[in-house]
């Protein structure tokens, strides 16, 4: 069974930062790609990062500079380092993989940048 769990989310100020992680299991982690998406209230799941098996990675224009995001292949974990953060860099932040050509999400964490 594949399982997402993603973790690190909370209440930030403008210009501080957050480090998300997305356990997985039930899948050969190292052979996928990997992907974190985000959800404001009353917006369409739009995608944040991706990070390939080779380590390339790749960002939303409005994320570029600020969000990292990473793999570790040994604990089956994905990770993202947001800095630097802005109040509509809130929303709920998804993990994402596609197994066999089924999606695959995690619960979410929610992320909210507020004073």
């Known amino acids: 069974q594949v399982r997402l769990m993603e973790r690190g989310g909370g209440l930030v100020q403008p210009g501080g930062s957050l480090r998300l992680s997305c356990a997985t299991s039930?899948?050969?982690?190292?052979?996928?790609?990997m992907g974190w998406y985000r959800q404001a209230p009353g917006k369409e799941r739009e995608l944040v990062a991706t990070?390939?098996?080779?380590?390339?990675?790749d960002y939303a224009d409005s994320v570029k500079g600020r969000f990292t995001i990473s793999r570790d292949n040994a604990r089956s974990t994905v990770y993202l380092q947001m800095n630097s953060l802005k109040p509509e860099d809130t929303g709920r932040y998804y993990c994402?993989?596609?197994?066999?050509?089924?999606?695959?999400w995690g619960q979410g964490t929610q992320v909210t940048v507020s004073s």
């Open positions: 039930g899948i050969n982690f190292k052979i996928h790609r």
């Open positions: 994402h993989v596609e197994n066999y050509r089924l999606p695959y």
């Open positions: 990070i390939e098996t080779t380590g390339s990675t």
